[in-house]
């Protein structure tokens, strides 16, 4: 439909106009965007009412930061870029952390913001927000444009659709000065200016020579592994996964988001025997998985001694040998890539050796069993295991709901408790283990699947967003977040000898976050108890209504973050104690 802004009253000269507002609206409309995450200010206020009223869904957040995070994992979810608008310069560096991370997760996401007076920026002459915010923006995301001209609004969107998603998905910045939206222009040029764009990320098929040459190499091995990233998870080719997967006969192991994407519950499932199949896999198929920190790069020990050979799967070129040597890297999108090894396999495929697959089952079984009875504690106040063992129940129940995790022992212990069923069902930290997702994440994932969200929270993290909970409630929406409440990051029992300030990890001793969402008209809960937690996660499950539940967790469990490399140093005299 054709936004006519007003008509120009020149006697005999009148026309239909529009102006820079009604084309940006235009321009997302016609590219099928139908959501945008915002906070809104000057100069982008009017954009959000006008969009709203244009039938565009726009949900307001309290910080830009939040709704940057929505953003980005809406184009996790979708496959089309989130859209996060802020105003100028500390909207948009506090959107910009956002867009650093949508590009480091290769999610695909545009940043638009309002900025101020170019002629008044360039000459530095104090404009309100005053601000370069392209040239901040460039270097933290894949593409950075600025439209100066109403009539370049169609082209400078189309821009920003294609680089978010087409390669290897990122953030993109747009810059918009608020003069742009008042321009005006003729209506039917306006429309005539927009473009829709075709084939946004069109396949990139692999050679069949590098199909070839990986399915080689995966049928020598004599104990091979399947990695799975979250780039598996984004390419919505879950059906072709895991036919090959399965077809194979190769254990896989999922990267956290890559959880789901088969069951965790799947005989080839090798999650729960992780040192063991890293150490002792003579192949590694790697499935838009990067060999980043997370995997130790693909070396030391927890690679294990023997030789290995590295096969690698991604849309980016570059990612190729970036930690180790690949031998076989097979470039292409990952449906496209999987689909074709799925043909070159045929029906003559023979599984890797029973010695193998039986002692990564075997494996599993033990550290399965070794698990479980922790999991079944009802102690209270409540250790991480007995609150996760419930929890671990809940997703079982409801496999569609979405679980979004962050935290220190919150994150790494419910990664391996809480089985996922379901692809893109596990939304968490990242590549960067940013605390600060949970809200955004968790009201971007039910609004654009319909699911409801069970968001498990450490305290600590959930800090960072918490003030979302008014969104939340505001927006009515079917998300619980259980507060893993344990007085303090990764523990509440630190105790400061120098002097009369709380040590610098803990937090208000029996602090009662459940009220925060009571503050809001929110279903609050105090959970003293994995059977009382129980109680309160299944009603708000039930009910789809608004819920906090604050888990007292004993503030002696829990325990600091150690387990990444050598990234936690500690001080030469620290060690001498
Ligand atoms: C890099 C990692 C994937 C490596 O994790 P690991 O702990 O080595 O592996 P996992 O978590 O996958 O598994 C741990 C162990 O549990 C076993 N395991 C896994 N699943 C199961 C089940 N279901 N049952 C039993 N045992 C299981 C698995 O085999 C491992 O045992 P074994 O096989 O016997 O070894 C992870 O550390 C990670 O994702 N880290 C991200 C952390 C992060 O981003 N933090 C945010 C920073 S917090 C912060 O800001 C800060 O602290 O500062």
Same mark, same amino acid.
């Given at each position: 439909?054709?936004?006519?802004?007003?008509?120009?009253?020149?006697?005999?000269?009148?026309q239909?106009?529009?102006?820079?507002?009604?084309?940006?609206?235009?321009?997302?409309?016609?590219?099928?965007?139908?959501?945008?995450?915002?906070?809104? %200010?000057?100069?982008?206020?009017d954009?959000?009412?006008?969009?709203?009223?244009?039938?565009?869904?726009? =949900?307001?957040?309290r910080?830009?930061?939040?709704?940057?995070?929505?953003?980005? =994992?809406?184009?996790?979810?979708?496959k089309?870029?989130?859209?996060?608008?802020?105003?100028?310069?500390?909207?948009?560096?506090?959107?910009?952390?956002?867009?650093?991370?949508?590009?480091?997760?290769?999610?695909?996401m545009?940043?638009?913001?309002g900025?101020?007076?170019?002629?008044?920026?360039?000459?530095?002459?104090?404009?309100?927000?005053?601000?370069?915010?392209?040239a901040?923006?460039?270097?933290?995301?894949?593409?950075?444009y600025?439209?100066?001209?109403?009539q370049?609004?169609?082209?400078?969107?189309?821009?920003? $659709?294609?680089?978010?998603?087409?390669?290897?998905?990122?953030?993109?910045?747009?810059?918009?000065?608020a003069?742009?939206?008042?321009?005006?222009?003729n209506?039917?040029?306006?429309?005539?200016?927009?473009?829709?764009? $075709?084939?946004?990320?069109?396949?990139?098929?692999?050679?069949?020579?590098?199909?070839?040459?990986?399915?080689?190499?995966?049928?020598?091995?004599?104990?091979?592994?399947i990695?799975?990233?979250?780039?598996?998870?984004?390419?919505?080719?879950?059906?072709? $996964?895991?036919?090959?997967?399965?077809?194979?006969?190769?254990?896989?192991?999922?990267?956290?988001?890559?959880?789901?994407?088969?069951?965790?519950?799947?005989p080839?499932?090798?999650?729960?025997?992780?040192?063991?199949?890293?150490?002792?896999?003579?192949?590694?198929?790697?499935?838009? &998985?990067?060999l980043?920190?997370?995997?130790?790069?693909?070396?030391?020990?927890?690679?294990?001694?023997?030789?290995?050979?590295?096969?690698?799967?991604?849309?980016?070129?570059?990612?190729?040998?970036?930690?180790?040597?690949?031998?076989?890297p097979?470039?292409?999108?990952?449906?496209?890539?999987?689909?074709?090894?799925?043909?070159?396999?045929?029906?003559?495929?023979?599984?890797?050796?029973?010695?193998?697959?039986? &002692?990564?089952?075997?494996?599993?079984e033990?550290n399965? &069993?070794?698990?479980?009875?922790?999991?079944?504690?009802?102690?209270?106040?409540?250790?991480?295991?007995?609150?996760?063992?419930?929890?671990?129940?809940?997703?079982?129940?409801?496999?569609?709901a979405?679980?979004?995790?962050?935290?220190?022992?919150?994150?790494?212990?419910?990664?391996?408790?809480?089985?996922?069923?379901?692809?893109?069902?596990?939304?968490?930290?990242?590549?960067?283990?940013?605390?600060?997702?949970?809200?955004?994440?968790?009201?971007?994932?039910?609004?654009?699947?319909?699911?409801p969200?069970?968001?498990?929270?450490?305290?600590?993290?959930?800090g960072?967003?918490?003030?979302?909970?008014?969104?939340i409630?505001?927006?009515?929406?079917?998300?619980?977040?259980?507060?893993?409440?344990? *007085?303090?990051?990764?523990?509440?029992? *630190?105790?400061?000898?120098?002097?009369?300030?709380? &040590?610098?990890?803990?937090?208000?001793?029996g602090?009662?976050y459940?009220?925060?969402?009571?503050?809001?008209?929110?279903? %609050?809960?105090?959970?003293?108890?994995?059977?009382?937690?129980?109680?309160?996660?299944?009603?708000?499950?039930?009910?789809?209504?608004?819920?906090?539940?604050?888990?007292?967790? *004993?503030?002696?469990?829990?325990?600091?973050?150690?387990?990444?490399?050598?990234?936690?140093?500690?001080?030469?005299?620290?060690?001498?104690?």
């Amino acid at each position: 439909m054709l936004n006519t802004a007003t008509k120009s009253e020149a006697p005999g000269t009148e026309q239909e106009l529009t102006d820079g507002f009604h084309l940006v609206i235009d321009a997302l409309k016609l590219n099928g965007i139908n959501t945008i995450y915002n906070v809104p %200010g000057i100069p982008i206020t009017d954009l959000g009412r006008m969009a709203q009223a244009a039938g565009i869904r726009v =949900i307001s957040f309290r910080h830009e930061q939040n709704a940057g995070y929505a953003a980005g =994992i809406a184009g996790y979810l979708t496959k089309k870029p989130g859209v996060c608008l802020t105003v100028s310069a500390p909207g948009f560096l506090n959107g910009l952390t956002a867009l650093a991370h949508a590009t480091t997760n290769c999610y695909p996401m545009i940043l638009v913001s309002g900025s101020s007076e170019r002629e008044i920026v360039d000459l530095q002459q104090g404009d309100y927000e005053e601000m370069d915010q392209l040239a901040i923006a460039k270097p933290l995301c894949k593409a950075a444009y600025r439209v100066l001209h109403a009539q370049d609004i169609g082209i400078g969107f189309a821009r920003a $659709i294609r680089a978010a998603v087409s390669g290897r998905p990122g953030g993109v910045y747009l810059d918009l000065p608020a003069k742009l939206f008042g321009q005006v222009m003729n209506a039917e040029a306006g429309q005539k200016s927009l473009v829709k764009v $075709i084939d946004a990320a069109p396949a990139q098929i692999p050679s069949p020579a590098s199909v070839k040459r990986a399915l080689d190499v995966l049928k020598s091995a004599k104990r091979p592994l399947i990695i799975l990233g979250k780039g598996a998870a984004y390419a919505q080719a879950d059906e072709e $996964i895991k036919s090959f997967v399965e077809k194979s006969g190769v254990p896989f192991l999922p990267m956290s988001m890559a959880k789901g994407l088969l069951p965790d519950t799947h005989p080839q499932c090798a999650g729960a025997a992780r040192s063991t199949v890293l150490k002792e896999s003579d192949v590694v198929m790697l499935i838009g &998985a990067r060999l980043n920190w997370l995997l130790s790069h693909g070396k030391g020990k927890s690679w294990g001694e023997a030789p290995k050979k590295f096969i690698q799967v991604d849309i980016e070129p570059k990612e190729m040998d970036s930690n180790v040597e690949i031998v076989a890297p097979v470039v292409g999108d990952i449906g496209s890539v999987v689909s074709a090894f799925n043909q070159a396999m045929g029906s003559g495929w023979t599984a890797p050796p029973a010695e193998w697959t039986n &002692a990564v089952s075997s494996k599993r079984e033990e550290n399965v &069993a070794k698990m479980a009875p922790k999991l079944m504690n009802n102690k209270s106040p409540m250790d991480y295991h007995g609150a996760l063992g419930v929890l671990k129940n809940v997703i079982k129940d409801y496999p569609e709901a979405i679980l979004v995790n962050e935290g220190a022992n919150t994150l790494d212990l419910a990664r391996g408790v809480i089985d996922m069923y379901k692809p893109r069902k596990r939304l968490d930290v990242g590549t960067w283990g940013v605390m600060g997702i949970g809200m955004g994440q968790a009201i971007a994932a039910t609004l654009e699947t319909g699911h409801p969200v069970l968001a498990v929270e450490g305290d600590s993290a959930f800090g960072f967003s918490g003030m979302e909970v008014e969104t939340i409630c505001r927006y009515n929406l079917p998300i619980c977040v259980v507060i893993f409440n344990n *007085d303090g990051i990764y523990r509440g029992t *630190d105790v400061n000898g120098a002097n009369s300030d709380p &040590a610098t990890t803990v937090f208000v001793k029996g602090a009662r976050y459940d009220k925060m969402m009571e503050a809001f008209g929110g279903v %609050g809960v105090n959970a003293t108890s994995p059977d009382e937690l129980k109680r309160a996660v299944n009603e708000a499950m039930a009910s789809g209504k608004p819920t906090l539940i604050n888990a007292v967790i *004993d503030p002696a469990a829990g325990s600091e973050s150690g387990r990444i490399g050598n990234l936690n140093p500690q001080s030469v005299l620290q060690k001498k104690k």
